[in-house]
């Protein structure tokens, strides 16, 4: 079983910024990728930034060049961090693990921009 736990979300002002973290623990034996999804209301889920066990990353076309992922291999944690915030970040971002084809997911973490 795996588990993960998000932090750092909150309200925050268009331009602003915020860090969030993702916690993994459980019978992690292998990660393939770590990564953040979002979904705002009345949307599909969508990406927003993964990184490889390598170190490769894949931002989501609306957050290239203002949102930056991150690792730590040893405390098997994943951060997010988000400069120049739009409104239209404003989502539910969730964490997620992938580990032998197979999905994790945290529970979310609310984040909100207002304008």
């Known amino acids: 079983q795996v588990q993960l736990v998000e932090s750092g979300g909150g309200l925050v002002q268009a331009g602003g910024s915020l860090r969030l973290a993702c916690a993994a623990s459980?019978?992690?034996?292998?990660?393939?990728?770590m990564g953040w999804y979002r979904q705002a209301p009345g949307k599909e889920r969508e990406l927003v930034a993964t990184i490889t066990s390598g170190g490769s990353t894949n931002y989501g076309d609306s957050v290239k060049g203002r949102f930056t992922i991150s690792r730590d291999n040893v405390k098997i944690t994943v951060y997010l961090q988000m400069n120049s915030l739009k409104p239209e970040d404003t989502a539910v971002y969730y964490c997620?693990?992938?580990?032998?084809?197979?999905?994790?997911w945290g529970q979310g973490t609310q984040v909100t921009v207002s304008s």
């Open positions: 997620n693990l992938k580990s032998f084809g197979y999905n994790y």
């Open positions: 459980g019978s992690i034996f292998s990660i393939n990728a």
